[in-house]
Structures are given as structure tokens and as C-alpha cells.
């Protein structure tokens, strides 16, 4: 048995269906109601109020909603009753007066009509997903404007205000998500950079950069390279274009004073690195033609973010994180930040055996902590490795 209100409620639960039916032109009325029918034991003054009930709010006495299709049913204490055995929906007419949706459908479907005569290729989307205009239907004209621009003008490469729209600067910023949603189905392939999911970076526009930090160890490539100080901070996308760095040897460094104080390297330059920041510079060129030196952290994430950056940079060798410096300054090593040990594949054979025992035993040693004595000793075997052209790719296992 079912009362008007859990009619209504399997009506509303329906609407999805009824939309996207509405989009592909399928048939959908009549939409029948199931329900426990009466039986011949239910208790006969329950089944009265309720077939009165259920009279009461159905079409025949309210104009509109559900219809009540009764039969005579024999009960064996009362005799032939009228009990319902069929409650249906006939017309959309009476489905959306029920759901008070009358005035919304009219909008969805001039809304609909609208992004059909100007997108034909979205028509998949909507009847996929025909409901995601509904909370947008005031605004659904400028969306489609918006579309109307990304397509006439892929990968724009202009800030969101900067974009020539009649709409206020912060609209496309407050209504991204329906935005990539409708710029994923009507843009071409190359025209999105799909492994991004930042709005600005997935559509070509620009955007509020990230900002990478060298510093050149070397005084003489400073002046070759007619860089007019030897600690810069760059654009992500200004870093990627700069000139004359292909080739030289670059460390990349997990913390800010370690990454300050590295000692003079000739031809070298030192990023700092931000622990797990570190995956911006994959979109750096010259470092493919580059020898490079990781530094980080002697614990789980240190390892962590350099087979992490291994998997950018294959040839990337590990700085001053061996078990010999672990050891060294035993005195100096805390509790870490408790992890389950990962499978990570890009760490050389000696490294995922610290990396395991890190994990096991929970340790941490901070780049601060190493003197800078050892450093300026293991930058000057660096200098030697790289002058003797020592090999430019850690061995993998």
C-alpha cells in the first residue's frame, strides 16, 4: 500500500528519467506506480482509509496527478470490495503539475531547444546528464556564451578577467565546474591539455603561476649567462623558456636554507624544490639534457618525492641521502611522520633498502641537521664525478 505523499516521492525520483527521455524524444507516459496491493487477510478498516486516501488525492477528485484504476476484490469477512490494483501517471501535463515543475521544465526545455541549435554535438551530453542545467538555468544563455568563445578561440592564453565576454570578470571563475563539463564535450582533443584539472591550465589561459626559485653556483656562468643576480624567481612557464641552462648540472633541493647555503659548483644551478612542489618542474625542457642531483629529506617522503621525480627525470641521481650520513648523525634522527611502506619503483637498489628501513623504524634525519662541512665535501666529489663524466643515470632496481 502507498499513500499520495510516496506516489509523489516515486514521481520525483523519476524526474532524471523523464528529462533525459524528454532530450532523446523516448516515450514515457504512462509512468506506472508500484505498490503492495491489498490482500485478501490486510485489515479491513486500514484498507478503507486508505483507498480514501488514496481517492481523495488522485486525479479523478484534484484534476491533475495520478489516476486509480480500481477492481472488485472478494474479502472473505467483508465481501466484494473496489481496491486499487493499478496507479498510474497518464500525461506530462498531470506529472509536472503533481511535482510543482511546470514552470522549471518550460525553462529546461528552452534552454535545451537553445544549446541544441547552437551545439548540436552536446545532444549526447544532455541526454546523458540532462539535469546538470537545472541549477543553472538563469545564467544558461551566458554559458553557452562562454562556450561560443572557448570554441571560436581554443586555448585563448589570457586571464579570466582579460576575457572579452559580456559577462561580469568573476563569472567564468564561479562556474567552472558546469563550464569544464560543457568545454570538455564541445572542444577537439588538442585543444584541452587533458591531464591537467586546473580550470585555467586544462582550457590554455593564463593564470596565477606557480614560482621557482634558482640560484646559479657559479660566477662565471652568471656573467655567460648575463643574469643580472645569481638568485632568481621565476614563472613556472618563464623558468621553462630560459636559455643557456641545458647541460649543466642542477640540484634540486627539498628545504629553503639548505638550497641557500650550497656551496660554489661550477656550471651548476640549484632549484629549491618545496618537498612534493617538486612535480611542476616536469614541465621544465632543459632539464631532460641535464645532470641531475635530488636532495631531500633522509625519511619516508624524502624517498617518496624522489622516486616521484624519477619517474619526470629517469637520470636524476640521489644528494647526500645514503645510510653512511644516516648513520653519521644517529644523534640527530627523530621520529618521523609515521607511513605503510609503498612500492616505489624509480629508487636505486641501496636506496629503497634505506627507504625500507626509514619506514620500519620511523626515522627522520632533516637536511639541517647535516654539517656544512660534509656538504661542501660532497659537492666537491660532484664537481669531480662531473668533470670525470661520471654516468648520467642511477641504476634502477
Not at 137 to 156: Q, T
Not at 310 to 330: C, G, Q
Not at 354 to 369: A, D, I, K, P
Request: net charge negative; hydrophobic share 45%; with cysteine.
Amino acid at each position: 500500500m502507498i499513500a499520495p505523499a510516496g506516489i509523489k516521492q516515486k514521481a520525483k525520483r523519476k524526474y532524471r528519467d523523464f528529462l533525459r527521455a524528454s532530450v532523446r524524444g523516448d516515450a514515457f507516459f504512462p509512468l506506472e506506480i508500484r505498490f503492495r496491493k491489498a490482500k485478501a487477510g490486510d485489515d479491513y478498516l486500514a484498507l478503507r482509509q486508505w483507498v480514501g486516501e488514496l481517492l481523495a488525492g488522485s486525479k479523478a477528485e484534484r484534476g491533475f496527478g495520478y489516476e486509480v484504476t480500481l477492481e472488485q476484490k472478494n474479502l472473505r469477512r467483508y465481501g466484494p470490495q473496489s481496491l486499487p490494483a493499478r496507479i498510474a501517471i497518464e500525461t506530462q501535463a498531470d506529472y509536472l503539475r503533481l511535482l510543482g515543475k511546470e514552470q522549471e521544465f518550460t525553462a529546461w526545455q528552452a534552454a535545451v531547444a537553445n544549446t541544441l541549435a547552437h551545439f548540436p554535438r552536446l545532444e549526447a551530453w544532455l541526454a546523458h546528464s540532462p539535469h546538470q542545467l537545472l541549477p543553472h538555468l538563469s545564467i544558461w544563455d551566458d554559458l553557452l556564451a562562454v562556450c561560443a568563445y572557448f570554441v571560436a578561440n581554443p586555448r585563448p592564453g589570457l586571464y579570466l578577467r582579460e576575457l572579452p565576454l559580456a559577462v561580469h570578470t568573476k563569472f567564468v571563475e564561479e562556474n567552472q565546474a558546469i563550464l569544464r563539463q560543457l568545454l570538455d564535450e564541445l572542444l577537439s582533443p588538442e585543444a584541452v591539455h587533458q591531464e591537467e584539472i586546473q580550470f585555467e591550465r586544462r582550457f590554455g589561459l593564463r593564470y596565477d603561476e606557480p614560482q621557482i626559485r634558482l640560484r646559479l653556483l657559479d660566477t662565471a656562468l652568471q656573467r655567460h649567462l648575463g643574469w643580472p643576480a645569481a638568485d632568481l624567481t621565476l614563472t613556472l612557464s618563464d623558468c621553462a623558456r630560459l636559455p643557456g641552462l641545458s647541460g649543466r648540472a642542477v640540484l634540486i633541493v627539498e628545504n629553503k636554507m639548505p638550497f641557500l647555503t650550497l656551496p660554489p659548483l661550477p656550471d651548476a644551478v640549484a632549484i629549491w624544490g618545496k618537498g612534493f612542489q617538486v612535480s611542476l618542474l616536469r614541465a621544465i625542457p632543459w632539464l631532460a639534457d641535464s645532470a641531475i642531483w635530488y636532495w631531500g629529506d633522509l625519511d619516508a617522503q624524502g624517498f617518496a618525492i624522489l622516486s616521484q621525480f624519477r619517474s619526470y627525470w629517469p637520470h636524476t641521481h640521489s644528494f647526500l641521502m645514503d645510510e653512511a650520513i644516516l648513520d653519521k648523525y644517529a644523534d640527530f634522527v627523530v621520529d618521523g611522520t609515521p607511513v605503510e611502506e609503498a612500492a616505489l619503483t624509480n629508487l636505486a637498489e641501496q636506496e629503497a633498502a634505506l627507504y625500507r628501513r626509514l619506514v620500519t623504524h620511523n626515522q627522520r634525519l632533516e637536511q639541517e641537521r647535516i654539517s656544512q662541512a660534509d656538504v661542501v665535501d660532497a659537492a666537491e666529489r660532484l664537481r669531480r664525478e662531473t668533470l670525470e663524466g661520471a654516468s648520467s643515470s642511477a641504476k634502477i632496481g
